[in-house]
Structures are given as C-alpha cells and as structure tokens.
C-alpha cells in the first residue's frame, strides 16, 4: 500500500487550461501540505492543511488552490495555467502539528505546461 | 526567518569511500533538522532527523549526521558510500507549531567505480 499517493504522476497540458492534482494518504496522519519542485530542484511550501484546516498560505498565486475533503486528501487545482507553473508537484504528510516529525513525501506529479 | 545552506552543488565521490555533505542553517531557537534523499524520478525520503538529545544521529541506510549549535551546521555523513547513493541529498530546518519545512537547495551525490 503506496503511504501518500499522488495522481496523475505526468501532467502535460497547454497554457490557459484548468487542472487538478489529487494527493491521499493512508497513514492517518493530520497535516497535509503541497510542495513545489522548479528545475534546479528547489522546494519550496506552497499549502499546509491540518485537519482539513488551512494554516500555511504561502505567497502562492490566486490561480492556485487547494482543497482538502477531509483529512486524508488534499487536492490542488490550478487555473489558467501559465509556462512557469512547469515543475514537480509533491504532496506531503506529517503526524500533527508541534514539533516537527517529518513528512512523508509523494513521488511527485510532473506538470508541463506548453 | 529560518533559512538552509548547502554549500556543495554536485560532489562526487569514489565507490567505498566516506562522504560528508555540508548543511548550515539560520534559525533562532532551537532547530529541528532533517536530512531527506530524493532519487531520480522519486519522492523524497527521510534520512535522519534532530530535535534534541545526542548530537550524533544515526539513519537508515548507514548514514549519520551530527548537530554542531557553535557551527550552526548540520553535516550528514557515511563512512563507506555504494553506488545505490547515488541521489539528490536536501537539509531542511523545520519550526515548531505549524510543521514548516525550509528546505536547503540540495547536493548531488555521484558515485564512481
């Protein structure tokens, strides 16, 4: 059983379309968040959602949202989407708020946008 | 607010030799630091970690990394690498209450025969 799963895994779509990224964890963990990848590897937080609870925003363009059903899922939609939203999309999980225990990391979904 | 540094870009290292990758970080309590591994085409995989205690922190895979508050480093080392290292290596110094991970811009590991 894959512990947070992302779909789909590949992404390639034109400029202007309106997509979605789905993420799920099975490990009942309470903190979700999306992370973005670029070229030269950098991640960098975009969303943070404890129990279905937004509590990090980071400046992430209004283009960009996410939402989680419950506390196992948390999605991402993108409208509009522009040439420099290509990168690696890695969904997240950690136990629960405080001291940090680590996530547990998707294996990505690479959007292209062309 | 809390920042990473990780000096080296790309290393490359000789099969059965040791490795040490560098991780300086910003924060001004006390940190809690991670040493994550990304493969090609892979997610991210935990390492190790530090929040308090020993300084000398062990992992899987064989790999350690040692907490210097003086230094405010955060070095991780193996003493005899395998070419399955072969990966991306990220530090990351996370915050209490929120789970915010700042991640370090990573090194590339490489091994050769």
């Known amino acids: 059983d894959t512990a947070v799963s992302q779909t789909p895994k590949y992404l390639v779509t034109q400029m202007g379309n309106d997509k979605s990224i789905k993420c799920e964890q099975n490990?009942?963990?309470?903190?979700m968040y999306w992370y973005k990848q670029d070229s030269k590897k950098f991640l960098k937080i975009m969303f943070s959602?404890?129990?279905?609870?937004?509590?990090i925003n980071e400046t992430v363009p209004n283009r960009f949202s996410p939402k989680s059903p419950d506390k196992a899922h948390l999605n991402l939609h993108i409208n509009s989407l522009e040439l420099g939203d290509s990168a690696v999309y890695f969904c997240?999980?950690?136990?629960?708020?405080?001291?940090?225990?680590?996530?547990?990391f998707g294996s990505g979904t690479r959007l292209t946008v062309v | 607010a809390q920042s990473v540094t990780q000096p080296d870009i790309h290393i490359t290292v000789s099969e059965g030799a040791s490795l040490e990758l560098r991780c300086n970080y910003s924060?001004?309590?006390?940190?809690?630091l991670f040493w994550y591994v990304q493969s090609p085409g892979q997610g991210l995989q935990l390492l190790l970690k530090?929040?308090?205690?020993?300084?000398l922190v062990q992992g899987i895979k064989g790999f350690e990394a040692e907490f210097k508050r003086s230094q405010s480093s955060f070095n991780l080392r193996k003493p005899s690498v395998h070419w399955s290292d072969a990966a991306e290596y990220f530090c990351?110094?996370?915050?209490?209450?929120?789970?915010?991970?700042?991640f370090g811009t990573g090194t590339r590991l490489t091994i050769i025969p």
């Open positions: 997240a999980s950690s136990p629960r708020t405080g001291p940090p225990y680590g996530y547990t």
């Open positions: 490990l009942g963990h309470d903190t």
């Open positions: 959602y404890n129990n279905k609870e937004l509590i």
């Open positions: 924060y001004g309590a006390t940190p809690y």
């Open positions: 530090y929040f308090s205690g020993d300084t």
């Open positions: 990351a110094v996370g915050e209490g209450g929120n789970e915010k991970l700042t």
